[in-house]
């Protein structure tokens, strides 16, 4: 479908104002406003703008965002700001069954204004709700309406001070009294207390609970979830039995409060153990579908899937806004040139170009891929929903659960390291809080950290490739999967003795030719990987020492390529004919860059196992590389103009659209609190002087 | 000399206490005191410890360092302080001649307290009053004793709102009046203003302002240095004509003031132009004893390589605490384990310990070399204070230069990177602000910054080598220098020729090949820097230009390779007959892991480049890594204990002495305000509930 601007509103796709900025947009060589209807629709697009201008016009958001209030303040601001949108309801049931990548874009949208509010809506409204839909049954439905009228405020309470990622360890646990139908939740020491609970902190009237099951007679049946009623929502002051408190300052998302609960033999009735994949009857005696207990756990985590593939999504949304804010720097901050007298953007260094627009064209295929994850994962979802017990539906599970464990460290560690970069590549105002890109790294940095380690989990997606391998080997089934990521694989030992054709060196680098490498790379990998895990094993390693020591520099490696590659892979393939005549250009080279800078990074492999000619390689790679650098440098502005939120979102003086860049930093610094004002500690300067060495210490 | 410890009191070098952290303690393969002895000497020990005492035992210094405290409040906390040091006087100037390590010493102990501290500290005492040392004249020294007994406070500026690297761009003039013998300071607008400047914001009574100095008849003789009063002493308030304020919230260091100010025609007395290397008479005639401008400008800014490795050190105290602080956390952190009962401290792991052991091994090298760059740098100020004009003094201050403008971005990145895996390595708990290193990567990220961004210095450095390289085509002269740091490059032909021959796949790896490999690995890149120079300018591309598009895969690379491979030979050096026999074993480890490790980041230049066989590197080398960190484990803790400051100035509950992981933890949540009490907003949840979708707006 080919979009068309005509007829579209001034109020939906608003030039520009005009400035310095200028130049570079003439420069162009698509229109930003075509590429931004084809990439969201108009739907999607008019959804956003509402959000935003809901924002915008409300006074209670209208202030700073609150990183640098006092921490109680900033916790109240942003618990009345998530009430605010409750009362502005921006999406009605029927519209998230409709358009299921609603849900993100509203997180999203509220995101890019503040994490925090985010967060905390996001872990109350979808996190606890989705928990209760999922894990329970129709006992535990009375809840959803609560939830949404605010009437109770949840969270979900897994992890503990003494076990993170490590869920099977832990230690809160839950015996059945049948004599009043109760379960019992107790922590038996400070250790197994919840923590780092979102919401938990001061807010939060219930939490899902996971604690280790007993029945009568001792037995353990392993890890269950239990809603709990942990403060009185009319006082909200602890129930009897739970010492719940805030764990204090974090590095970013402070308006979030997160927190810890201690439970004393805290008694909840049996109803609420969310039963949906193990129940205990009145008397006492424990019932599941599942027979093998290590699959009713896996099942009973499942819905964390959403949370990892929320999170890709979550940390692309930074890059966005951090790009934003550093290439309109870039584009209009001067310094240095040919002469003294004659300065340029430092956008046209080639050494600025190369630091920044590779995550320019991460972004956009990243950003690609987790949308159609998403809508592979709503797919599932609807499965689970249907009961649907088919291979493909089991199989599809191990797939996304595979892309979600390795597309969330790969998309949080981009996201780190690019902001990181963004922030240096603006100098010395980029070290400037009101220029955000501090608070941009500090809130994405738990994304690295939650819903799973990104070390401990890229070892799900290596496992599920090096499985794949052995059902291979020994049983011949072959490689293949729903979504068809792992489908190459089939033709490894081909690929494998494949000889690498370098392409010639002219202006362009065909992306197949990268796509092609990246699959001979993933299978040398996936060979390299089993070799050092048969290696270890042969050395009588045990299965848990074996599969330790191959994570460095192979398992891990293997996960990580096989990601770049699918993500890559599909951003090419839809790059086709759906793609408007006058976007494809573009198009085409943020995806070449993309796969080119991504491969580069494994030039030691290449040359390692390939027997292709070494020197052959690098040049012609290294020039298309420049090359692209050099063509898409006119197209960053307007790139990142698709990307951009309205200035109010993205609230960074450097960033603005008009590009004024220091006349914007010049009004914020001078609107700051007593910015002219002499210290109010004036004196301790002027009339209490030091007497120096009056307290030497004898050394 | 060998140590021994023998007759050390407990007061200088106490026992750890007993704890979680003993097991490893007792594992390691050399005692702690002996390597703090034989790295610091008794002296440097004892100097370090008095100044950690004073401030433990100071209430001034007993609460939080100050960074969830409103601006105004921390700011005024850290001059507190600061005028407190002032007091302690723990360095008098005949010590500093003596032992001009103890000018970095104090510093470092301040920063490790806190950075805002001594940054506040350093500025003022070292920044402002060698620049009017270095810069001005006799006439100028009425300034020093001022500055030491805080009758006036300093700052440095140099920056503009609009220029920052390019210093040559500054914007701020200073015309001479000769009916009045002053110049008069002005800032043609806004865009001119200084900015960043530290302890502008609220506390300099007299800056050292960079401007273009004009003498009558409006010839420009560029930028110089004046003593400029922007604030009354006795009130602080600004004097008349100029507009000075406070920057505002930045990153981290927030103690500190950055400010800006704009000078509307402040007329000063002829005498305060800091006049060492350029002066005007009374009558308004304009003399030098330098013939080119450049040269001149060059001398005038030739006291920021003092800044430049200082920073070096500054950021390798970053990376020691936040080591102890997650070495001591992977040591007692236990998670997963070869049974579900039976877990083990992460440090365990190879993954963990490939994340942080190299970082461990850097630190080690980075110190010793910043710290013997930083007794070059005093030799060459005494050639400078001695008038020396040898060809070898300007040569080393050539070299010098070259090697700390290379070495600030080498710490300062690596500090950056390690930090962040730190963080990332102590999972959520690296989060939470308690532990501290959020703070440490926001105090460490201007290293990367100031004093010159980071990817414009290397340029310095690659300069100097293809200079070098130039002047050796060219005329014939030799590679060779003060430091005998390039010296190697004389036998390149013969190095670039060299088969690389790989040691046999032992426990061992002789660090000598990997030096080896490093040397031929720098001469690569000098030749194919060269080559990418000529193409570029083949092309047809100005000298500019050519340099610009050379700096990416090229330039970049070989100021970086050569740092590290000069940084991996002086460590490596020193590790001879001067280091007793019980310490060789820890120390060669840490020298062969920080080698190889560094230099298997160049893997794919090395199969480039090379003629050796691909394959026969890269196992060897790996196995060769993974021997090394699986025999540095059990020394881990013990090396972080030599780094560690007392817990009172580490300050991270997880990095405690003590090991006591969970307890100080669960202490130090306990300890913040509110943590268990209801939030006072609490009827914003109970009583006034949201009417969902009341406010609804128009899709």
């Not at 001792?218 to 942990?230: N, S, T």
């Amino acid at each position: 479908m080919v979009l068309t601007l005509e007829g579209k509103d001034d109020a939906l796709l608003p030039d520009f104002p005009k400035g310095p900025l200028q130049p570079y947009r003439a420069r162009a060589s698509f229109s930003w406003k075509e590429l931004l209807l084809f990439l969201e629709g108009e739907e999607m697009l008019r959804f956003k703008r509402t959000i935003f201008s809901a924002l915008e016009n409300d006074p209670l958001f209208a202030q700073h965002r609150g990183a640098d209030l006092p921490l109680e303040k900033y916790r109240e601001l942003t618990f009345l700001r998530c009430k605010r949108v409750f009362e502005y309801d921006f999406l009605s049931a029927e519209d998230m069954l409709q358009t299921p990548l609603k849900i993100l874009a509203i997180i999203h949208c509220l995101g890019m204004y503040d994490w925090s509010l985010a967060t905390k809506y996001f872990l109350h409204t979808l996190v606890f709700s989705s928990s209760i839909y999922n894990l329970g049954t129709d006992r535990h439905f009375m809840y959803i309406p609560k939830i949404f009228n605010m009437e109770i405020f949840g969270c979900f309470a897994l992890t503990e001070l003494s076990h993170g990622s490590n869920t099977k360890g832990i230690q809160t646990t839950a015996h059945y009294d049948p004599s009043s139908e109760e379960f019992i939740i107790h922590s038996p020491d400070f250790k197994a207390s919840k923590f780092w609970v979102g919401n938990m902190g001061k807010t939060a009237t219930h939490a899902v609970v996971y604690a280790q099951l007993h029945t009568p007679g001792g037995q353990c049946h392993g890890l269950h979830a239990f809603v709990v009623q942990i403060r009185d929502p009319k006082t909200l002051l602890p129930m009897p039995g739970v010492m719940v408190g805030d764990i204090g300052r974090k590095l970013g998302q402070n308006g979030l409060d997160n927190g810890f609960a201690m439970f004393h033999k805290v008694r909840i009735p049996r109803r609420d153990l969310l039963n949906r994949t193990g129940d205990v009857t009145p008397e006492g005696t424990y019932v599941t579908p599942f027979k093998d207990d290590r699959r009713r756990f896996g099942a009973s985590l499942g819905s964390l899937s959403f949370g990892r593939v929320s999170i890709m999504g979550m940390s692309i949304i930074n890059l966005k806004l951090a790009l934003c804010i550093t290439i309109r720097f870039s584009a209009t901050r001067r310094q240095f040139g040919p002469t003294d007298a004659d300065e340029i953007p430092i956008l046209e260094y080639q050494m600025q170009q190369w630091r920044l627009l590779p995550y320019l064209a991460a972004t956009y295929a990243l950003d690609h891929f987790y949308k159609s994850l998403f809508l592979d994962l709503t797919e599932f979802q609807r499965g689970l929903q249907t009961q649907d017990r088919s291979a493909r539906q089991a199989e599809l599970g191990r797939e996304i659960h595979a892309l979600s464990s390795a597309g969330k460290p790969l998309a949080s560690w981009m996201v780190q390291r690019g902001i990181q970069e963004c922030r240096e590549a603006c100098g010395g105002h980029g070290y400037l809080a009101v220029n955000r890109l501090g608070e941009l790294r500090d809130d994405n940095d738990p994304n690295c950290t939650y819903e799973g380690d990104n070390n401990v989990l890229l070892q799900q997606t290596s496992n599920y490739l090096l499985g794949l391998l052995d059902d291979r080997t020994r049983d011949g089934a072959r490689f293949e999967s729903p979504l068809k990521t792992v489908d190459f694989l089939e033709g490894y030992p081909g690929i494998l003795s494949q000889r690498f054709t370098c392409p010639s060196v002219g202006d362009g680098w065909d992306t197949t030719v990268s796509l092609e490498a990246y699959r001979w790379l993933v299978c040398y990998l996936l060979q390299e990987s089993a070799r050092e895990l048969s290696r270890q094993r042969s050395l009588g390693s045990s299965d848990f020492d074996a599969r330790n020591n191959s994570q460095v520099y192979h398992c891990r490696s293997l996960a990580l390529a096989f990601m770049e590659f699918t993500v890559a892979q599909r951003f090419h393939d839809t790059h086709s004919p759906s793609v408007p005549p006058s976007l494809r250009g573009v198009l085409g080279r943020l995806s070449a860059l993309y796969v080119l800078w991504s491969l580069h990074s494994h030039l030691a492999s290449l040359y390692q196992g390939g027997d292709a000619s070494r020197k052959e390689f690098s040049l012609p790679c290294k020039k298309a590389l420049g090359s692209l650098l050099m063509q898409l440098k006119g197209d960053a502005v307007a790139l990142v103009d698709v990307l951009a939120p309205p200035d109010f979102v993205l609230d960074a003086p450097i960033g603005r659209a008009d590009g004024e860049l220091y006349r914007n930093l010049w009004a914020a610094v001078l609107q700051e609190s007593k910015v002219l004002e002499r210290a109010s500690w004036w004196p301790e300067f002027s009339a209490k002087k030091p007497v120096v060495g009056s307290l030497k210490p004898k050394l």
